[in-house]
């Protein structure tokens, strides 16, 4: 219904106001189009578009934060008044380029294939518009609501299929750089499993009209590679000094010299413990508040399972223990992450294809035929005796 209404907005005074014609095929009128879309772009680059309300005002204060969302100068690109502007440009220069296309029926040779070069760049800058258009009006971007690890499943219900994920990993260089993200997926359409993909920050998982792409990867919430653990062996005779071990995630660690032995069961990296029922939870998928949960033996034996969180040694006393357990770090896991993707469909990218190699080729005319009226209106060298040079 906008998009209409957008259309008859132009339409009707460009019929029937003779003054509005005029103006609208005019270069006057096309440089103040230009600069009143130039004006709104940079203000929507500025303020960011299509974010949640929270944003806005975490970002910009209560007020003018409301402001900003409630006037809608968070969607300016889908705007009433923006498409209605890039139309009125569209319908400038469709205007300019009816007039040079009668001004193009009388000319010839060089002349001709300047106002042909000159034709497609107005075309070429119509159809960028139109595909612009297209893709603000009935198109969309968006990062997806949740974060998938290896096995879980998200509706694309613009696609119409579900996607599997059955991997989500970071890789780093030998120095610890970031080197690639990548999320192995399946597609699965009418519960068959119709295509699998690896999507890499540069190269998305188009299906359907909709594509995937890499938004986001973040570690694993509840596991990791190894954890750092100060430790207090306690005797007899007393306290041990603190000493540091690195204990591999679910696999049974002996401390040297001791018959201690430790064994990380949970990872919480968000953790919060409710003391009357005596159970932990995950609050966020951010690594705020991390504890483990550590099995302590003794020659083979158990003795107690207990959660251990940063710098704090437990809730619990450590009567009848032969150890004090501090968590020190921690090396988060990402060859099991979580990845988030961000969703889009731009239906007028084909437009904007063709527009850009409009606009190409009718630059490569303009300068050609340019470059050669320049040479063809050069007066030819002459000898001192009057004759042409060989």
């Known amino acids: 219904m906008t998009l209409w209404l957008v259309v008859a907005a132009v339409l009707v005074p460009a019929v029937f106001l003779k003054r509005f014609r005029r103006w609208l095929s005019s270069m006057t009128g096309a440089v103040w189009i230009l600069v009143v879309l130039a004006v709104m772009s940079l203000l929507g680059v500025a303020i960011g578009q299509s974010?949640?309300?929270?944003?806005?005002?975490?970002?910009?204060?209560?007020?003018?934060?409301?402001?900003?969302y409630r006037s809608g100068l968070s969607e300016i690109f889908t705007s009433w008044y923006f498409l209605l502007s890039a139309a009125v440009l569209a319908a400038s220069l469709v205007a300019c380029s009816f007039g040079r296309l009668r001004r193009l029926a009388n000319e010839r040779g060089r002349g001709r294939a300047s106002r042909v070069g000159s034709l497609l760049l107005h075309v070429s800058m119509v159809v960028i518009l139109a595909g612009g258009v297209v893709t603000a009006v009935f198109g969309?971007?968006?990062a997806a609501p949740v974060y998938l690890s290896a096995g879980e499943e998200m509706e694309v219900p613009e696609g119409g299929f579900t996607v599997r994920?059955?991997?989500?990993?970071t890789e780093f260089t030998d120095e610890g750089v970031v080197?690639?993200?990548?999320?192995?997926?399946?597609?699965i359409e009418d519960g068959e499993e119709v295509l699998s993909w690896r999507i890499e920050v540069n190269r998305p998982l188009i299906y359907n009209g909709v594509g995937l792409y890499q938004n986001e990867m973040l570690p694993s919430a509840t596991s990791?590679?190894?954890?750092?653990?100060?430790?207090?062996?306690?005797t007899e005779d007393g306290e041990l000094p603190l000493r540091t071990i690195d204990v591999p995630f679910n696999e049974e660690f002996e401390v040297p010299g001791t018959d201690i032995s430790l064994k990380v069961l949970e990872f919480l990296a968000d953790f919060t413990y409710d003391i009357e029922s005596g159970t932990a939870s995950l609050v966020s998928l951010s690594h705020r508040n991390p504890a483990v949960l550590v099995r302590i033996s003794e020659a083979?034996?158990?003795?107690?399972?207990?959660?251990?969180?940063?710098?704090?040694?437990t809730h619990r006393s450590d009567a009848g223990l032969p150890c004090r357990i501090?968590?020190?770090?921690?090396?988060?896991?990402?060859?099991?992450?979580?990845?988030?993707?961000?969703?889009?469909?731009?239906?007028?990218?084909?437009l904007l294809f063709i527009g850009f190699a409009a606009m190409s080729l009718g630059l490569c005319l303009t300068f050609w035929t340019r470059t050669g009226r320049k040479g063809a209106g050069a007066p030819r060298a002459r000898s001192k005796t009057g004759s042409d040079p060989a």
């Open 140 to 142: 969309f971007r968006y």
């Open 51 to 68: 974010l949640p309300p929270d944003a806005y005002t975490s970002r910009y204060g209560q007020v003018l934060g409301s402001f900003i």
């Open 224 to 234: 990791v590679r190894e954890v750092l653990f100060g430790i207090v062996i306690l």
């Open 179 to 187: 080197s690639e993200y990548f999320s192995d997926v399946v597609v």
């Open 300 to 313: 083979g034996s158990v003795i107690d399972d207990r959660w251990i969180f940063a710098d704090v040694q």
């Open 165 to 169: 994920v059955n991997a989500a990993s």
């Open 326 to 350: 501090f968590l020190f770090s921690y090396l988060p896991d990402y060859e099991r992450g979580l990845t988030r993707f961000e969703l889009s469909r731009q239906p007028g990218t084909p």
